[in-house]
């Protein structure tokens, strides 16, 4: 693997954790209406996208079982609709994509040692 390519997937993890660490021990309503920590989940979102579109086609192919498409476009709606966030699917993304995604890129990062 690339060594900027293990980079951005270490900046991923890094973001994937800080946005769980925003959820943690909150529920969705509590987090909705708490803006500073809603946006900060946000933003934790886009990273995660943005270092995923960033990552060259070999590392993408390499680990197909990811879904690079679906977390490049998540961010890419996150930027371009930040108008129209629809919380739920923001909660959804943190709940239940981030950690399985968390135990995948921890894989790729101890695989590339």
């Not at 959820?23 to 900060?40: F, P, Q, V, Y």
Request: glycine share 4%; aromatic share 6%; charged share 35%.
């Amino acid at each position: 693997m690339r060594k900027d390519d293990l980079i951005r997937i270490k900046h991923m993890l890094d973001a994937a954790h800080e946005a769980r660490a925003f959820a943690s021990g909150k529920t969705k309503d509590t987090l909705e209406k708490d803006r500073l920590h809603t946006l900060g989940l946000v933003k934790e979102i886009e990273i995660i996208g943005e270092a995923a579109g960033k990552l060259s086609e070999e590392t993408r192919t390499k680990y197909s079982t990811i879904p690079w498409i679906d977390i490049i476009s998540m961010r890419n709606r996150l930027i371009h609709a930040y108008f129209d966030i629809d919380f739920e699917v923001v909660w959804d993304s943190v709940t239940k994509d981030l950690p399985p995604l968390i135990a995948e890129l921890e894989k790729i990062i101890e695989s590339e040692k």
